[in-house]
């Protein structure tokens, strides 16, 4: 059982396949919950791609770092970009009582992240973008 993964991600759409395989392989082999890797895989997928998408330079040679680690019953996912600077604990939360098709584009993902994380920490260092998110392993969503 493995406790730690490091990935270095291209900057490149396609290389968030292989994120969510290698963190559903991950979740698997740590004997993680299903819910618990479920939530991981989403808000790593939703991070991940806004780096990619809005963060980084078309084109470029920038990568994305993603460092997973489990100790005391919690897992922590840290991901590290030197892309524009964005803390998305800063971004609006997404107006859902209007109808989707008059909604404005953006703040979902972010959204999501913070509904199925238990913490998110930010900070920008030595011009990169760190964001922490971390989930307790212990199942809150399923009866006792």
């Known amino acids: ?41 989403l808000a790593l997928d939703e991070i991940v791609s806004n780096v990619i998408r809005h963060g980084l330079d078309p084109g470029s040679t920038q990568v994305v770092l993603v460092r997973l680690a489990i100790a005391d019953g919690i897992v922590t996912a840290t991901v590290i970009d030197d892309g524009r600077p964005f803390d998305p604990r800063e971004a609006p939360p997404p107006n859902l009582d209007v109808p989707i098709e008059e909604r404005t584009p953006g703040g979902l993902g972010v959204h999501l992240v913070k509904a199925t994380m238990d913490d998110m920490i930010y900070s920008r260092e030595g011009g990169q973008n760190v964001l922490t998110i971390r989930k307790s392993i212990e199942s809150r969503d399923e009866p006792a």
């Open 1 to 41: 059982m493995s406790d730690r993964l490091s990935l270095t991600l291209r900057n490149h759409v396609s290389e968030i396949r292989r994120l969510v395989d290698e963190v559903e392989r991950f979740g698997h082999q740590a004997g993680l919950p299903d819910d618990v890797t479920f939530r991981l895989t």
